[in-house]
C-alpha cells in the first residue's frame, strides 16, 4: 500500500527551472566539491528504479518544460531517443545517456546515492550499468506539461519532431464550469492496475511494425503512404515546413497500435485516423508564420485535411487568426 496517495511508485515529477541550460540539472555532472564524486538527480535515481521492474510502465512528468529552453537542458535525451532499437530477444535498447565509465569510476558513492542494496536484482542493474551504462528503459515514458505564452519559450522543430504534440483546452461551453459543481472526480486512481500493454511499445521502427502487421495491411501502407506525404509536402510548398522520414515511421507506428486495437477495421480507416493524429501531433504544431508564409499553404492545407476531422477544424482556427493578427500557429 502506498504511503503517500499522490505519488505512485512508478511516477516521478520534475520541476523545471528556467535556469536550465544544460543537462546537468537532469543527468547529474562529476563534481570535486568535498572530494571527487558524481551528483545524482531525482531523473537519474528513477531511471535506474525503472530499471529494476522492466514489466511496469514508468512514467516522469516533466513540469513546466518550457520555462527553460528545451533543446539545451534535454539535448542529450533527445538526441539518445533516436539511437531506439529492438533487439533479437525483443528487448528495446538505447545509446547510454551517461557512460559506463562513470558507474565504474564512482561506483562506492553511486551504490550509496542510487540506493543499490546487495539484493541480487540490485546487483545486477547495477553491474549492467557498469557494463552499458544508464541507457533509456523501454518502460519509460515522459510527459511533459507546458504553456505556451508570452513568459515561455517556444519549442524548436527538433523538438516538435521528436514529441507528440497533445493540445488540452477546456470545452468552450458552460458544461465544464457546471461539471465543476457536480461533485465529478476526473483524476482517480484505479484500483486495478491498467495493463503494461497499453503504455510498453513492442516496436520502435516502421520496418519492425511492418514485419509484424499482416500482408494485407504492409501492402496497402507500402502503396498508399508515399503518396498521402507527398501530397502533404506538396501542400507545404513554398515553407520550411515540410516532412520527411521522421513523420512517415510515426505514421506507420501509429497505425501500428491501431491495428493492435481495432483487429477487424479496415485499413483505409486505420490510415485515416493515424494520418489525423499524426497532422495534429507532428506536422501542423511546426506550422508558424505570416501571411506571405502561409497564406497559400493554409489553403493548400484546408483542402488535403477534408477527410481528417481534427486537422481540418485546426487549420480552420489557424486561417482564422491569420488576417487578424497577420500571424498564425498551432498554438491559440
Same mark, same amino acid.
Given at each position: 500500500?502506498?504511503?503517500?496517495?499522490?505519488?505512485?511508485?512508478?511516477?516521478?515529477?520534475?520541476?523545471?527551472?528556467?535556469?536550465?541550460?544544460?543537462?546537468?540539472?537532469?543527468?547529474?555532472?562529476?563534481?570535486?566539491?568535498?572530494?571527487?564524486?558524481?551528483?545524482?538527480?531525482?531523473?537519474?535515481?528513477?531511471?535506474?528504479?525503472?530499471?529494476?521492474?522492466?514489466?511496469?510502465?514508468?512514467?516522469?512528468?516533466?513540469?513546466?518544460?518550457?520555462?527553460?529552453?528545451?533543446?539545451?537542458?534535454?539535448?542529450?535525451?533527445?538526441?539518445?531517443?533516436? &539511437?531506439?532499437?529492438?533487439?533479437?530477444?525483443?528487448?528495446?535498447? &538505447?545509446?547510454?545517456?551517461?557512460?559506463?565509465?562513470?558507474? &565504474?569510476?564512482?561506483?562506492?558513492?553511486?551504490?550509496?546515492?542510487?540506493?543499490?542494496?546487495?539484493?541480487?536484482?540490485?546487483?545486477?542493474?547495477?553491474?549492467?550499468?557498469?557494463?552499458?551504462?544508464?541507457?533509456?528503459?523501454?518502460?519509460?515514458?515522459?510527459?511533459?506539461?507546458?504553456?505556451?505564452?508570452?513568459?515561455?519559450?517556444?519549442?524548436?522543430?527538433?523538438?516538435?519532431?521528436?514529441?507528440?504534440?497533445?493540445?488540452?483546452?477546456?470545452?468552450?461551453?458552460?458544461?465544464?464550469?457546471?461539471?465543476?459543481?457536480?461533485?465529478?472526480?476526473?483524476?482517480?486512481?484505479?484500483?486495478?492496475?491498467?495493463?503494461?500493454?497499453?503504455?510498453?511499445?513492442?516496436?520502435?521502427?516502421?520496418?519492425?511494425?511492418?514485419?509484424?502487421?499482416?500482408?494485407?495491411?504492409?501492402?496497402?501502407?507500402?502503396?498508399?503512404?508515399?503518396?498521402?506525404?507527398?501530397?502533404?509536402?506538396?501542400?507545404?510548398?513554398?515553407?520550411?515546413?515540410?516532412?520527411?522520414?521522421?513523420?512517415?515511421?510515426?505514421?506507420?507506428?501509429?497505425?501500428?497500435?491501431?491495428?493492435?486495437?481495432?483487429?477487424?477495421?479496415?485499413?483505409?480507416?486505420?490510415?485515416?485516423?493515424?494520418?489525423?493524429?499524426?497532422?495534429?501531433?507532428?506536422?501542423?504544431?511546426?506550422?508558424?508564420?505570416?501571411?506571405?508564409?502561409?497564406?497559400?499553404?493554409?489553403?493548400?492545407?484546408?483542402?488535403?485535411?477534408?477527410?481528417?476531422?481534427?486537422?481540418?477544424?485546426?487549420?480552420?482556427?489557424?486561417?482564422?487568426?491569420?488576417?487578424?493578427?497577420?500571424?498564425?500557429?498551432?498554438?491559440?
Amino acid at each position: 500500500m502506498r504511503s503517500d496517495k499522490t505519488a505512485p511508485g512508478n511516477y516521478e515529477l520534475i520541476e523545471v527551472k528556467p535556469n536550465w541550460h544544460d543537462s546537468s540539472e537532469l543527468l547529474g555532472y562529476e563534481s570535486e566539491i568535498g572530494g571527487p564524486h558524481y551528483v545524482v538527480t531525482p531523473f537519474v535515481r528513477f531511471l535506474v528504479k525503472a530499471m529494476r521492474y522492466p514489466d511496469v510502465p514508468f512514467f516522469v512528468c516533466m513540469d513546466e518544460m518550457n520555462l527553460a529552453p528545451v533543446e539545451q537542458y534535454f539535448a542529450e535525451f533527445l538526441s539518445v531517443l533516436e &539511437s531506439r532499437k529492438l533487439l533479437s530477444d525483443g528487448t528495446i535498447t &538505447s545509446e547510454p545517456l551517461i557512460k559506463a565509465d562513470i558507474f &565504474s569510476k564512482y561506483a562506492d558513492q553511486l551504490h550509496r546515492d542510487l540506493d543499490i542494496t546487495d539484493t541480487e536484482t540490485y546487483k545486477a542493474v547495477y553491474d549492467r550499468l557498469k557494463n552499458d551504462g544508464l541507457r533509456l528503459p523501454s518502460n519509460l515514458i515522459v510527459v511533459g506539461t507546458v504553456n505556451m505564452d508570452e513568459t515561455t519559450h517556444q519549442f524548436s522543430r527538433k523538438v516538435i519532431d521528436r514529441a507528440m504534440t497533445i493540445e488540452m483546452n477546456i470545452e468552450d461551453a458552460e458544461t465544464p464550469f457546471k461539471n465543476f459543481f457536480e461533485g465529478g472526480d476526473a483524476l482517480h486512481y484505479y484500483d486495478n492496475p491498467q495493463p503494461k500493454e497499453l503504455f510498453l511499445p513492442k516496436v520502435v521502427q516502421a520496418s519492425e511494425a511492418l514485419s509484424i502487421l499482416r500482408a494485407e495491411d504492409a501492402s496497402y501502407l507500402k502503396e498508399n503512404v508515399p503518396g498521402l506525404l507527398h501530397s502533404l509536402n506538396s501542400a507545404l510548398n513554398g515553407t520550411p515546413f515540410k516532412i520527411a522520414y521522421r513523420v512517415q515511421n510515426e505514421l506507420i507506428l501509429y497505425f501500428f497500435s491501431l491495428r493492435e486495437e481495432n483487429s477487424d477495421e479496415a485499413s483505409e480507416v486505420l490510415l485515416a485516423q493515424a494520418m489525423d493524429a499524426i497532422l495534429m501531433t507532428k506536422v501542423l504544431p511546426r506550422i508558424e508564420g505570416d501571411e506571405d508564409l502561409l497564406d497559400k499553404p493554409l489553403k493548400a492545407l484546408a483542402q488535403f485535411t477534408e477527410n481528417y476531422p481534427q486537422a481540418s477544424r485546426k487549420i480552420a482556427e489557424m486561417q482564422e487568426r491569420l488576417p487578424q493578427a497577420h500571424f498564425t500557429c498551432f498554438w491559440p
